[in-house]
């Protein structure tokens, strides 16, 4: 079965400060892909970011990047140069390519404060 | 961009009622989901569909049932609801099976009495 971990549940910085988020994953499968959603205040999960299991390349956009190690099993989230505005809950997410309807499993999710 | 809509925000009923929360998307996407979401708990998923009129458990799927008559429409039906299902609650949807990202609605608040 896959697992998803978020150990920081919530993390407080002060604007300007880089973050990194931690997500930890497990699962059987050579054929994954992982995600990050963003929980404003507002409820709305909005996608920021997939990444297939063959392409551990980093991703940068904007402030945000993505740090994914296979021999680590994490896909790990940094803000560079915080905001207010990032002040959200975050949560990483797997899904498995074997089997149907692309299942997601999330993290708990970590709570982002970003203080003036 | 992607719209999926929830039928309400915020929802109050009465332990022992049937109660349906509509989700309904425009992008044609085959496939489409109902999570509940609790704190300290994250999304977990309830029911999804892959498909008009199939439907698949997730992971907690009990006191819950689901119904896709249309493409566009996922309806999640609480037969008899309990003070345990107050939740928030989320639908999504996506393109195909796999690698597709999921987009959300804006989440309906359910509040049992």
């Known amino acids: 079965a896959q697992k998803v971990t978020q150990a920081q549940t919530e993390i407080s910085v002060v604007e300007k400060e880089d973050v990194t988020l931690d997500c930890v994953y497990e699962t059987r499968d050579t054929t994954y892909y992982l995600f990050w959603y963003k929980q404003p205040p507002s409820g709305e999960l909005v996608f920021l970011v997939r990444?297939?299991?063959?392409?551990?390349q980093n991703e940068i956009s904007g402030r945000y990047s993505w740090n994914f190690q296979k021999s680590t099993s994490s896909f790990n989230f940094t803000i560079t140069a915080s905001q207010v505005v990032d002040s959200a809950v975050y949560f990483c997410?797997?899904?498995?390519?074997?089997?149907?309807?692309?299942?997601?499993?999330f993290g708990t999710g970590t709570q982002l404060k970003v203080e003036l | 961009d992607v719209k999926v809509t929830q039928s309400s925000r915020y929802l109050v009923k009465r332990t022992g009622e049937k109660v349906f929360l509509e989700c309904v998307q425009d992008m044609d996407h085959e496939n489409m989901f109902w999570y509940r979401q609790d704190p300290g708990l994250g999304l977990r998923l309830i029911y999804f569909?892959?498909?008009?009129?199939?439907?698949e458990k997730g992971d907690i799927p009990e006191g819950y049932s689901v119904s896709r008559e249309k493409k566009e429409r996922f309806s999640l039906i609480l037969e008899s609801a309990s003070t345990n299902q107050t939740s928030m609650y989320l639908c999504?949807?996506?393109?195909?099976?796999?690698?597709?990202?999921?987009?959300f609605g804006p989440g309906t608040r359910l509040t049992v009495t």
């Open positions: 569909s892959y498909d008009v009129k199939m439907k």
């Open positions: 990444r297939n299991s063959f392409d551990e």
């Open positions: 997410a797997l899904s498995e390519a074997e089997g149907g309807g692309n299942k997601l499993t």
């Open positions: 999504a949807s996506s393109l195909q099976a796999g690698a597709y990202e999921q987009y």
